[in-house]
């Protein structure tokens, strides 16, 4: 695994601290856990996008699925 050098403010580096021994791992894991989160919500903002495109283009589906149900009664009773 590649090494890195950064700097930070100190209060940051005594939070990193504070969450476990090893600063290195604690930094992968929060950098992990937050390309998760970020992750998950472009996964929801790709849904939201899609379920309105199914709104949009099934807005009549019920009506057209209610109208042929009626026409296959219509010509079994005939």
């Known amino acids: 695994m590649p090494k890195i ?3 930070m ?13 090893n600063r290195s791992r604690t930094i992968v894991e929060i950098l992990q856990e937050y ?3 970020k992750q998950e919500l472009e996964l929801i903002k ?3 996008e899609y379920r309105e495109f199914c709104e949009e283009d099934d807005k009549d589906y019920w009506n057209n699925w209610e109208v ?11």
Do not use: M, Q, T, V
């Open 5 to 7: 050098s950064i700097s």
């Open 9 to 21: 403010p100190d209060e940051i580096l005594k939070f990193i601290d504070n969450l476990g021994k």
């Open 35 to 37: 390309r998760k989160n």
């Open 46 to 48: 790709a849904y939201e």
């Open 68 to 78: 042929s149900c009626l026409r296959d009664i219509d010509k079994e009773n005939e």
